[in-house]
């Protein structure tokens, strides 16, 4: 069975940084992507950012140039890097990994998608 557990959220002032980790584990042998969800109180849930395992990028227009998203392909780890936080970035955060490979009867088994539970970030003065 695959989990995504993250960690790192909590109270910060405007302007403030925060990092966020979300660590998969499981008989992983690989992921193909993870990513950074979040939903605030009375919204959709929306995608922050995303890295795929070869590296390539993508962020949501509302935070490109303040976070950064890295990942450690060896840890099956993603990391959130937020900076210059603003108010509205108060959310709880959700971590995705998406098209996870597992050992199975003959060969390899795919999981779509794994969520983990979610962190709280708040942002307030």
């Known amino acids: 069975q695959v989990q995504v557990v993250e960690s790192g959220g909590g109270l910060v002032q405007p302007g403030g940084s925060l990092r966020l980790s979300c660590a998969a584990s499981?008989?992983?042998?690989?992921?193909?992507?993870m990513g950074w969800y979040r939903q605030a109180p009375g919204k959709q849930r929306e995608m922050v950012a995303g890295?795929?395992?070869?590296?390539?990028?993508v962020y949501t227009d509302s935070v490109r140039g303040r976070f950064t998203i890295a990942m450690d392909n060896a840890k099956n780890t993603v990391y959130l890097q937020m900076n210059s936080l603003k108010l509205e970035d108060t959310a709880v955060y959700y971590c995705?990994?998406?098209?996870?490979?597992?050992?199975?009867?003959?060969?390899?088994?795919?999981?779509?998608?794994?969520w983990g539970q979610g962190t709280l970030v708040t942002v307030s003065s």
């Open positions: 890295i795929t395992n070869g590296g390539s990028t």
């Open positions: 499981g008989n992983i042998f690989s992921i193909n992507a």
């Open positions: 995705n990994a998406n098209r996870v490979l597992v050992p199975g009867t003959e060969g390899y088994d795919e999981i779509v998608e794994v």
